[in-house]
């Protein structure tokens, strides 16, 4: 009960005076990396249209004195076609070329295309040649029916759609939690990692420079590269772990810093050999892992589950990281290259998304920061638009494949149909997905339903019911707590729980026919999270079902109650008459035995002894004859055999004298044969609520009433006493009276009567 | 955990992608008409050769009416344009035809220029050295016959006729210490693949105050990245108690990348400008180097990328640079690039004469053009065309080479210990 909620044990809470310089920090580094991806990106697509658009394969430079100088690839189409290194370009198809840009626009084209060159080489008069556009990556593309602009398309959506996903958790979290720093460094660390080292940002850095990175693009992977391993020490507490990592922090940022202060290049770990450069790396990195298996093992099991989510998403992503960086070192050749940009590339794609799905995922399913609902569309939409995305460019594909006849826009108009089509079923099932991984079956609550069903009906013990209801509403609601309360005997015990409590709690009564027999408590999703309209649908279905379970379960316990008491009581029943038997007509037959056997010895010589013998048998057999009577008497009252039930409650009420006045209605012609226990049940009963009345509530007047209705003996004992108390406690005259009645499968009722006095009902039922 | 499955379909994705991209088949080309294809092939040589002046044109071009007028194929100019880049007098004009190319072999020595008889350099783990050549040993003959001459040796075909030799092992006489030796080389048949890499060597020379770093650059093979590592590693080892001069060694670089060897030694050649190439028409490109990075005409190259931070000498310091007849191209660039050097001076015999950029053209049937096209010029202007003289000539004595009784080093040394950094 003491124990909080899980998610509130991490208390990274800005303080106020924190919130505007981290807000700022947050924004700046967001605004640089969507900055550097914005700028880079058309350089970027310039740089794949290049690569995929078919041209002469020339590298187009321009001299001192402005005129364009042609250097053919070597093996090139336009050095076959006559094209020397070196050789000055004057038109392009009749238009006059005036700059390497211009010549370039106009070069390049559909591959199989030809082209109109005009050139000179040196001195010597101009010459023409017709060149035939080609593109040996974009030539493998055509073989599968893609053209240049596909390759675009697919490259920069496949960014675009990343960066948009970082963005939008990344906003998200900004938007609702940008009071709590771990939230707002995760974010942080979404876009700059995954942003800010795209290949639209190497892209620019390599125009700002050729060659090597510029200083600040230098700076910029330090910083990125410290956010990282500086999450993985902080995550999830915003703490670090121990000593050792605050330590291992402190040295790597003097590392990162020393290296951008101490080196006239620059930064120290890019131009450290690099094998060191790799290790130092690869050492900061396995601190950071490190840290966070001491986390893991060190947490409770709610924290793991976030802390499994965001290791898998952040090495998932370090790993697309790694797989796009790695080759792209390296020179490609036309196959490798085209094998890269359209498999391995988006398959770091998707790599990389896995850490702002994980880190989504983990605020969704396990409350991270309490933000899951907005979560909620922005996983649903985002998801969509990657799926709308990849069906369009899937159709497109396909269509390009297998119909090679049909034209560009006729593909693009069926691809767009067929995304649209697709559109809205898509959204549905993954709305669906997202609200189920969310909210567990809530908008399914007939699978629910059938699912407890299944369960109560393979359930092997009257015991398990309720812990296995329990667990069916946790599991199927995606609620962290649930527990069934049952009233017995007036208070309150809990009958079944599952998983731990938390403290927004809410409360549903099970009711069975009409009459509250216990409750269902739930804990809510999050901590100001109502249940929406479908959950309570759902839960008061549940309880429903539950109630009639419960009811069960609790009936099932008062028979194996009342069964006991049973044979509890027949053996009290049994050591009594035996204790009777053995210790009181036992010994005296056996005197009785003993004085008639000195009778028959002395009968002849003494017969006056004999007589006084004799007489004393007598004497003892008429008390024999008397413990008897009291003894039978006490199994079963002799005055029910001699009087009947209604004359042997009058006789009560006349040994009573002073008592209050006693009333008695019978049917006219009398009761019928009752069967023994009702008669002897009935008789106690009476007993006792008389007694009551006389002794408890002062009562004058006492009227009972007995009738037969529905082969059930009623009878009606009414006193103008004192009444009950509003909340009174069955007192062990009352609780014995109901016992009496329920062993024979009676009911009693208490009622209260205006303006004072109490009525108890008995309904007895004549037949078992 | 579906991971494995994961990563048993990516697995097969990708090598079915593998196998599905292949090139598509390029239809052959169609070559200009003969005529068209040897006139572009002069009017390129006429405009980029820097020798160009040696050819006479006007006489050429009447000379070869009689060859376009039967020419069938372009192969049929081939004797046409042989002509012209054997009347160009450039040690770096050649004609490379694809579908002509020799089977290349290997033993594993390297003779000098131009007789191609003193052995200067053997391969380690090579078949020359397994046979028991050693530097400064002198071939008498080769399978009985004097070694071919650069005149009649440097040509591929169409332009050079002599026959192919195509065995597997040669037969050297050779003369060492004056005695005459019968040496059997074999000679590897290679297929086509990377040069081995030939590792820079260094040594520190002298007495400690005195210690000198001697530096021996190596052919530069293609390897970008490791070679101007490598010698950086060396310099830094040599000064770590500090030298007080340098003496590199350039007498046997037969060529390589000038921008590897110019980022592996910048740090003793200095900030700024260090030369240039002039072209046939005047254009000036200049080579710089910078902060640890190489510069042609402004742009960076990608071939001087060194691995790490870079060296950083002590002190400045004098450096005397050995040469010979088989410092030969980038070798004789490295000479001009230390020229204007402050405290520089240059051992040995005149280099090889080839201090020029290469220009290529690739002609329209696929053959290939080479030829010498820019002189070099040096941080003072002054322009490089020929075989580059050394401040003091000394004889080399190449069966002493790298020792301590190697003249050039002597003399280096002597030199070098004159100078103020390195007077006790």
């Known amino acids: 009960m003491e124990q909080a909620p899980a998610a509130s044990k991490i208390n990274t809470r800005l303080e106020t005076a924190w919130l505007f310089p981290a807000r700022l920090l947050w924004l700046t580094g967001s605004l640089i990396a969507l900055g550097l991806f914005i700028a880079g990106l058309p350089l970027h697509a310039r740089e794949i249209h290049e690569l995929y658009r078919g041209d002469i394969q020339t590298s187009l430079t321009q001299n001192q004195q402005g005129e364009v100088v042609l250097s053919p690839r070597i093996g090139s189409a336009a050095a076959r076609a006559g094209v020397l290194q070196g050789d000055i370009l004057l038109a392009v198809d009749g238009v006059e070329i005036t700059s390497a840009e211009q010549a370039d626009v106009l070069l390049g084209g559909e591959i199989g295309t030809s082209v109109n060159v005009s050139m000179r080489t040196g001195g010597f008069p101009a010459r023409s040649l017709m060149v035939t556009r080609t593109s040996e990556e974009g030539g493998i593309l055509l073989s599968y029916g893609l053209s240049s602009q596909f390759a675009v398309l697919f490259v920069l959506s496949s960014e675009i759609v990343l960066t948009m996903l970082c963005m939008g958790v990344a906003v998200v979290i900004f938007r609702y939690r940008s009071d709590d720093w771990m939230a707002l460094f995760s974010a942080l660390l979404m876009i700059v990692v995954l942003t800010g080292f795209s290949l639209p940002v190497l892209a620019l850095a390599n125009r700002l420079h050729s060659g090597t990175f510029p200083h600040w693009m230098d700076a910029w992977i330090a910083f990125g590269f410290g956010l990282l391993i500086l999450f993985f020490y902080l995550f999830p507490a915003g703490r670090f772990a121990s000593n050792l990592t605050f330590g291992l922090a402190l040295a790597l940022g003097l590392w990162l810093a020393l290296g951008l202060g101490l080196s006239e290049r620059s930064l120290l770990i890019w131009y450290l050999p690099r094998w060191l450069y790799i290790s130092a790396g690869s050492f900061w990195v396995a601190t950071g892992a490190a840290a966070l298996i001491y986390r893991y093992r060190h947490s409770d099991s709610f924290q793991r589950q976030q802390i499994r989510w965001i290791v898998w998403g952040a090495s998932a992503s370090t790993v697309g990281l790694m797989l796009q960086i790695f080759p792209s070192l390296f020179s490609l050749n036309a196959s490798t290259r085209v094998l890269y940009d359209f498999l391995l590339y988006p398959l770091g794609q998707l790599l990389k998304a896995c850490l702002p799905l994980s880190i989504a995922f983990a605020i969704l399913r396990y409350r991270l920061w309490n933000i899951e609902i907005i979560l909620n569309r922005v996983l649903v939409y985002g998801s969509l638009s990657v799926l709308t995305m990849l069906g369009y460019l899937g159709t497109i594909f396909v269509l390009h494949a297998f119909f090679t006849g049909l034209s560009n826009p006729v593909i693009s108009f069926l691809a767009t149909g067929v995304a649209a089509i697709l559109f809205e079923p898509l959204r549905q099932r993954l709305q669906r997905g997202v609200n189920r991984m969310m909210y567990g079956e809530r908008d399914d609550p007939y699978a629910v339903l059938s699912r407890l069903v299944r369960t109560l009906e393979s359930t092997p013990s009257a015991n398990d019911v309720l812990p296995s209801i329990a667990e069916t509403i946790g599991h199927s609601l995606k609620i962290p707590y649930a527990a069934i309360w049952l009233d017995q005997d007036g208070t309150e015990k809990m009958a079944a729980s599952f998983g731990t409590e938390t403290s927004d709690l809410d409360s549903f009564p099970l009711v069975y026919q009409g009459e509250t027999i216990g409750r269902l408590e739930v804990s809510r999703r999050a901590p100001n999270e109502d249940f929406s309209e479908a959950d309570h649908r759902l839960i008061e279905n549940i309880a429903q079902q539950a109630g009639a379970a419960a009811q069960t379960v609790r009936l099932n316990a008062d028979l194996i109650r009342s069964r006991t008491q049973i044979v509890n009581e027949r053996e009290d029943e049994r050591l009594r008459m035996r204790r009777d038997l053995h210790d009181e007509l036992g010994p005296m037959l056996a005197a009785q035995g003993l004085k008639l056997t000195a009778a028959r010895q002395v009968i002849r010589t003494r017969p006056e002894k004999a007589e006084n013998l004799l007489d004393e048998v007598i004497q003892q057999s008429q008390q024999t004859v008397t413990d008897v009577r009291r003894l039978v008497h006490g199994l079963r009252p002799p005055v029910l055999d001699q009087l009947g039930l209604t004359d042997a409650v009058r006789d009560l009420a006349r040994n009573h004298s002073g008592g209050p006045a006693l009333e008695i209605t019978a049917p006219p012609d009398g009761l019928p044969h009752l069967p023994a226990a009702v008669e002897v049940n009935a008789y106690r009963i009476t007993l006792e609520a008389w007694n009551n009345a006389v002794r408890h509530a002062q009562a004058s007047r006492c009227d009972v009433k007995f009738c037969i209705e529905q082969e059930m003996l009623v009878i009606s004992i009414q006193d103008d006493g004192l009444g009950m108390p509003e909340e009174y406690r069955a007192g062990v005259g009352l609780r014995s009276m109901r016992a009496r009645a329920q062993e024979i499968g009676g009911q009693l009722k208490v009622d209260s009567v205006q303006p004072h006095g109490t009525c108890i009902t008995v309904r007895l039922p004549l037949s078992s | ?424």
């Open chain 2, 1 to 424: 955990m579906k991971l494995h499955h994961l990563s048993v379909l990516l697995l097969t994705l990708v090598s079915s992608a593998c196998s599905a991209i292949a090139s598509p088949p390029d239809p052959t080309p169609v070559p200009l008409p003969p005529a068209q294809h040897m006139e572009s092939a002069f009017q390129w040589l006429e405009t980029h050769a820097m020798m160009s002046g040696n050819v006479d044109w006007t006489a050429l071009r009447n000379n070869t009416a009689e060859i376009i007028a039967n020419a069938q194929t372009t192969a049929d100019t081939y004797p046409a344009i042989c002509k012209v880049l054997g009347e160009l007098k450039d040690g770096n004009a050649w004609m490379l035809v694809p579908s002509l190319e020799i089977p290349n072999f290997y033993t594993g020595y390297q003779t000098l220029y131009p007789e191609y008889r003193v052995i200067i350099r053997i391969d380690p783990d090579s078949p020359a050295e397994k046979a028991g050549l050693q530097v400064g040993d002198r071939i008498e003959q080769v399978d009985g016959q004097p070694p071919v001459p650069y005149e009649e040796a440097d040509a591929f075909p169409p332009c050079n006729a002599r026959e192919i030799d195509t065995s597997t092992e040669e037969q050297l006489l050779i003369q060492r210490n004056g005695r005459s030796l019968q040496i059997e080389v074999a000679r590897n048949r290679i297929t086509a693949g990377r040069d081995p890499y030939y590792p820079p060597f260094g040594q520190r020379l002298g007495e400690v105050p005195r210690g000198i770093g001697y530096l021996e650059l190596t052919f530069e093979s293609g390897n970008h990245v490791q070679y101007p590592t490598d010698v950086q590693k060396l310099m830094r080892n040599m000064d770590r108690t500090a030298v007080c001069g340098w003496m590199i060694d350039l007498r046997r670089i037969p060529g390589g990348d000038v921008w590897s060897y110019i980022a592996a030694v910048g740090p003793l050649l200095g900030e700024g400008e260090l030369g240039g190439f002039e072209y046939s028409d005047g254009r000036q490109e200049a080579w710089a180097y910078s902060n640890g990075e190489v510069f042609w005409n402004n742009e960076y190259r990608f071939e001087s990328e060194v691995d790490g931070s870079i060296y950083k000498p002590k002190r400045f310091a004098p450096v005397a640079l050995l040469v010979s007849p088989a410092t030969q191209a980038a070798g004789e660039l490295m000479l001009v690039a230390f020229q204007g050097r402050p405290e520089l001076r240059s051992f040995g015999e005149p280099t090889r004469g080839l201090p020029t950029l290469i220009t290529h053209t690739d002609l329209s049937d696929g053959s290939k053009l080479l030829v010498s096209g820019a002189h070099s010029f040096d941080r003072n202007g002054t322009i490089y065309n020929g075989p580059i003289a050394p401040d003091m000539f000394v004889q080399t004595d190449w069966s002493k080479f790298g020792t301590e009784q190697d003249p050039a080093i002597q003399s280096a040394l002597d030199w070098l210990h004159s100078q103020s950094a390195c007077m006790p």
